[in-house]
């Protein structure tokens, strides 16, 4: 059985990222769409050995299409998502226009597979650096009750799109040649400088990305009372997103057992002995499906805490894998 | 009256800096003798329009000497510092071979001026992270009693010295060539990367740098018992730390409240109306010598808890600036 696929933002970073995992985890595609807005629409991606050119995005290029897969801004879901749906395509959507509609299912395959049962069409993709959080989350949670989660975040500009790693190239050069490093995609320079800043402020001092990651989290792990906070700032860094993560548990948790519980994970991989060097770093994340965990300690100030250091290559799980893992478990349960 | 001033470790980052700083604050100097190892004696430090030599550190050297500053690591502190105390100097040192020494005052002046009373010969300036977070809980603690305290810090390479600044551009330069990064200050790749990694790991799976900003702050702050937890780590930045804090507190504080107590605080500058875009980035900070506040709110994770974020000048506050201000305050006091 093969499917036929639609690519609706194909030619941004998620778009492209889509397509070579696609390609990699040799998903049932009979025929491969690729759909973008005018400004990428007309260039090709490779795909099984083929060029494939981007078309432009219409209500109309859904016909036909089994499953789609939105890597698109939020404001372009809202409008095509329901087109696509109407044309009787299961949709997948990165962007974060359903993520919070109670009755689209936000999915981690790993953490709950089990709420794809009964969808109404669409699937909503949680963002990056929640991804990467609940997935070390998860077995965590599975010894001892959460009680309450800090987390602050160290993300790549990649999140921010293709345009985004350019600025930071661009103005890297520019100050190694002691000139002046221009913004454009960020409103100040990200070269050699970090942003506590990531999409719009709201009047309460949080911004839209530190409420995702809290709202998001309590969706996707089932605990809609979990006390969870965030600090959310873009680094200088290409691919791959880190996060310092604070967890207190209702029962004392050693960092031996949550280490063996990650180790027996899926999507996990364990990277944790820092004595001889081992932990992650974006750099070891890029290109890799895993969610990587290290420096997992005890947290000697509260009664019973662990602190860890996770890290994922925010394209690939923090969006296209995780896009095609939802995918493939709705294939496993006969659910296309 | 004036004063006759050495400088051990005139060639590092944070040396150079503080000939900066004694000049830009006009410290009272009579004579400046800058020393050095012998890697970097002999090369010439600018200070009131003459170049002065570095000259190789000896314990003599210290003859005549009324302030001397050590800005030297720590094994080099720990072998000079007692000689320097016993020619009759008395000491400011950036090392951490005296800061948890009880009998030693560490100082931030800002916060523990008073500890200088009574001190024997040898301060201890602290740890750079440290610097700026204690700069920015006192005026907390003097509104509420800290009950916990967590931070996650974002710090730059000029914290390890000059040549982890070159380190970072010419591993920037390559990666930008397309060619690979070769890591020789730091164990891993710093351009475009980051590490959870500063300085040495302990048995329980901390370093020592968050050691430090446990201890120190405790000590500074005069509460043993503070419960604080830190996850440090080294992004590509050239200058200025940044810390991601969470504060609980026995009583709740409105953000406002916390501002307003901020805004009167020496050493401090609020950089807050995120939905105008002032929040504090390194760069804002770099070569400031304020200890920069902002995105301040309310952390509903907990009953009473604020969220901010800090940003400093590692050399300049975190470093040069805190040891001329311990130097100033000694002269106030009356106890050079």
Redesign the interface.
């Known amino acids: 059985m093969t499917y036929n696929i639609a690519v609706a933002g194909a030619g941004g970073a998620v778009g492209r990222t889509l397509v070579r995992v696609l390609e990699e985890r040799d998903f049932p595609v009979s025929r491969l769409v690729l759909l973008a807005t005018s400004r990428t629409a007309g260039t090709g991606v490779d795909f099984r050995g083929e060029k494939l050119a981007i078309e432009p995005v219409r209500p109309e290029a859904f016909v036909g299409i089994d499953l789609a897969f939105f890597a698109t801004p939020t404001e372009v879901s809202r409008g095509l998502v329901p087109e696509a749906v109407r044309q009787g395509a299961v949709v997948v959507d990165k962007s974060s226009a359903y993520r919070e509609d109670p009755e689209v299912p936000l999915v981690v395959p790993e953490v709950n597979p089990e709420v794809l049962e009964g969808h109404r069409g669409v699937i909503a993709n949680p963002n990056c650096s929640t991804i990467q959080l609940v997935v070390a989350l998860s077995p965590l949670a599975s010894l001892a009750p959460l009680k309450?989660?800090?987390v602050?975040t160290?993300q790549s500009v990649s999140g921010t799109g293709r345009e985004a790693v350019e600025e930071?190239?661009l103005q890297?050069?520019a100050v190694?040649e002691g000139k002046q490093a221009v913004p454009q995609v960020y409103?100040?320079?990200i070269a050699?400088?970090?942003?506590?800043?990531i999409d719009a402020?709201s009047?309460?001092?949080?911004?839209k990305e530190e409420r995702k990651l809290v709202t998001e989290t309590r969706k996707i792990m089932g605990r809609p009372d979990l006390?969870?906070?965030a600090?959310t700032?873009r680094?200088?860094?290409?691919v791959g997103h880190?996060e310092?993560v604070?967890v207190e548990t209702e029962r004392p948790v050693e960092?031996e057992t949550y280490r063996e519980a990650l180790a027996q994970a899926p999507g996990v991989l364990v990277m944790d002995d820092?004595?001889r060097?081992v932990?992650?770093?974006?750099?070891d994340a890029a290109g890799r499906d895993e969610v990587l965990v290290?420096?997992?300690?005890?947290?000697?100030?509260?009664a019973s805490?662990l602190?860890f250091?996770v890290v994922a290559d925010n394209l690939r799980k923090g969006a296209a894998t995780n896009a095609v893992q939802i995918a493939e478990e709705l294939l496993t349960r006969g659910l296309l």
Do not use: K, Q
């Open positions: 309450r989660v800090v602050a160290y930071l190239r890297t050069r190694l409103p100040r320079p050699f400088n970090l942003l506590p800043h402020f009047a309460d001092g949080y911004t006390a969870i906070s600090t700032v680094v200088p860094v290409e880190s310092a604070w960092p820092p004595g060097g932990y992650p770093t974006p750099l290290g420096r997992i300690r005890r947290d000697p100030s509260v805490g602190v250091w």
